[in-house]
């Protein structure tokens, strides 16, 4: 286990650099600048600013002062967005927000996702299975600006309506549904697909056999037998798929003005404020590998055979 866990943290570590070298070269090879607006300064203050900020020095230069900071836990100051506000600080203020609407919508969607799968693994073949499958067919295959567009033309409303258009933290519940829906809709139907494969092939195991063979009721060798072999391709999916639903459904949270991570990045993209760019790609890099280590720690839980070990090796 600890030969395991220090394997995937040299890992982690090399994978968190290349991610924050090729966003920076990325973000530099792009022409333009932070300063060129539409009142674009003159070029003695857009020099004074280039030096002032670093952005003066050769790229190599930058690159190396901005690992150095980092690993003194300083990802820079924003130059536009929230001008000299440390980017730590407007990460640690947005992140809840997205947080909490990926965390609601995951909630619904693996509430909803494993047992409708389950059902249509249970119905294999009959017009509750086809209708099942179409519906998540649908789901999977609209994108989710596509999704909230549709919710937010077909059921948003006024801020004293049940579906407000515009996010509120103080509307209160009402103020998440939509975001929440349409952030939520793709993984539920995935997660479907992915429990309905799964459990047909759980139940086309010698043990599920067996099972019936002692005379146990279906619903016992579905959910206690077979189901949690066939939560190990989910857990699989949720890893990524959860430091992504909570660092912000980017589009989504653009849609619904949703004032989380997600629609900081857009922006921050938009206005060229490359520290924010840099700080919240190397966050959800680092959240997604954390994630993605979480559930090889899971694997364990749900299925005792599966050893850490051999399979970090």
């Known amino acids: 286990m600890a030969k395991y866990t220090l394997k995937r943290l040299g890992m982690a570590i090399i994978t968190l650099l290349l991610v924050a ?15 060129l607006t539409e009142k674009t300064p003159s070029q003695a203050t857009i020099d004074a600013l280039n030096e002032k900020y670093g952005l003066n020095e050769p790229e190599i230069v930058q690159l190396g002062k901005y690992f150095k900071n ?4 300083d990802m820079g100051v ?3 967005m929230q001008k000299n506000r440390p980017v730590v600080d407007i990460i ?5 927000v997205s947080a909490k609407i990926g965390a609601i919508a995951l909630l619904w969607a693996v509430l909803v ?3 409708l799968g389950c059902i ?3 119905n294999r073949g009959k017009w509750v299975d086809s209708l099942l499958r179409i519906v998540g067919t649908i789901g999977i295959s609209m ?3 596509v999704v909230a567009s549709l919710l937010l033309t077909g059921l948003g409303g006024s801020d004293d309506s049940i579906f407000p258009t515009i996010f509120k933290a103080s509307l209160g519940a009402k103020a998440y549904i939509l975001p929440c829906f349409a952030l939520g809709l793709y993984p539920m139907c995935y997660i479907s697909r992915q429990a309905r494969s799964s459990m047909l092939d759980a139940l086309g195991q010698d043990y599920i056999k067996t099972a019936r063979a002692k005379g146990l009721k279906n619903s016992a060798v579905i959910f ?8 190990i391709p989910v857990i699989t999916y949720l890893g990524p798929q959860i430091a992504f639903t909570l660092c912000g459904g980017f589009v989504v949270e653009t849609v619904f003005s949703v004032p989380g991570l997600g629609r900081y990045f857009i922006q921050s993209i938009q206005n060229r404020d490359y520290p924010l760019i840099m700080g919240t790609t190397v966050f959800l890099a680092a959240f997604i590998i954390f994630m993605n280590f979480f559930v090889d720690i899971l694997y364990v839980v749900v299925d005792p055979r599966i050893k850490l070990e051999k399979g970090g090796e």
């Open 21 to 35: 070298c090729i966003t920076f070269l990325l973000m530099n090879t792009i022409p333009g600048s932070p300063w």
């Open 70 to 73: 980092l690993f003194k836990g």
């Open 78 to 80: 924003s130059l536009k």
């Open 92 to 96: 640690l203020e947005m992140f809840p």
């Open 113 to 115: 996702g494993v047992p």
């Open 120 to 122: 249509a693994a249970y």
């Open 143 to 145: 994108p989710s600006f």
């Open 224 to 231: 206690k037998h077979a189901l949690r072999n066939a939560l």
